[in-house]
Nanobody, 113 residues
Framework: QVQVVESGGGLVQPGGSLRLSCAVSGLIFSRYIMAWYRQAPGKQREMVAGITNSGITDYAESVKGRFTISRDNAKSRVYLQMNSLKPEDTGVYYC???????WGQGTKVTVSS
């Protein structure tokens, strides 16, 4: 059974940084494209960043230059380094195994002074 566990969220001031982590189990992690999504209050879930199994990355325009996605295939983990955070980055962040059904519980990020 595939399990996805996100962590690292919290309350941060505008301009601050957070690093999200996602632990994946139950599959051969290195074979899958991974992505981070977020859902802001009252809005639809949107993709923030993605990374292929070979390390090619892609980002939503709203986070380019501020967020960095990375992965460690040996540890079956994917990360999201978030810098220069803005209030509009507030939301619940989810790690997604592309091609797999279902979501983890997410980790909440609040950017506020």
């Amino acid at each position: 059974q595939v399990q996805v566990v996100e962590s690292g969220g919290g309350l941060v001031q505008p301009g601050g940084s957070l690093r999200l982590s996602c632990a994946v189990s139950g599959l051969i992690f290195s074979r899958y494209i991974m992505a981070w999504y977020r859902q802001a209050p009252g809005k639809q879930r949107e993709m923030v960043a993605g990374i292929t199994n070979s390390g090619i990355t892609d980002y939503a325009e709203s986070v380019k230059g501020r967020f960095t996605i990375s992965r460690d295939n040996a540890k079956s983990r994917v990360y999201l380094q978030m810098n220069s955070l803005k209030p509009e980055d507030t939301g619940v962040y989810y790690c997604k195994v592309i091609g797999m059904i279902g979501w983890g519980q997410g980790t909440k990020v609040t950017v506020s002074s």
